[in-house]
């Protein structure tokens, strides 16, 4: 095999490894999915290949990560809405 075959084919899956292993000495295995795949995004991995680490589809990981970001969103105007409250008080 030349080398280009050869960085093409094991380099992905060395940092895939490499990945994997960084998520578990980061102490995440009680955390949800969510937080795996946001960490695992994080280092670069595709969601193809995050889900497949975390035992589920890409539709799946997508539709988690809307749903966490669309929650950021809820409870940023929820704390500002609270604020105007007390400033009128």
Same mark, same amino acid.
């Given at each position: 095999?030349?080398?280009? *075959?050869?960085?093409?084919?094991?380099?992905?899956?060395?940092?895939? =490894?490499?990945? #994997?292993?960084? !998520?578990?000495? $980061?102490?995440?295995?009680?955390?949800?999915?969510?937080?795996?795949?946001?960490?695992?995004?994080?280092?670069?991995?595709? *969601?193809?290949?995050?889900?497949?680490?975390?035992?589920?589809?890409? =539709?799946?990981? #997508?539709?988690? !990560?809307?749903? $966490?970001?669309?929650?950021?969103?809820?409870?940023?105007?929820?704390?500002?809405?609270?604020?105007?409250?007390?400033?009128?008080?």
């Amino acid at each position: 095999m030349s080398e280009q *075959v050869v960085e093409e084919l094991w380099l992905p899956v060395i940092g895939r =490894a490499l990945a #994997y292993l960084c !998520m578990q000495n $980061a102490e995440m295995g009680s955390a949800t999915i969510v937080r795996k795949a946001q960490f695992l995004r994080g280092l670069g991995l595709d *969601v193809g290949d995050v889900a497949q680490m975390l035992g589920t589809t890409p =539709a799946s990981i #997508y539709e988690l !990560m809307r749903r $966490a970001k669309n929650s950021r969103k809820k409870g940023a105007k929820q704390n500002a809405s609270t604020k105007r409250k007390k400033r009128q008080a």
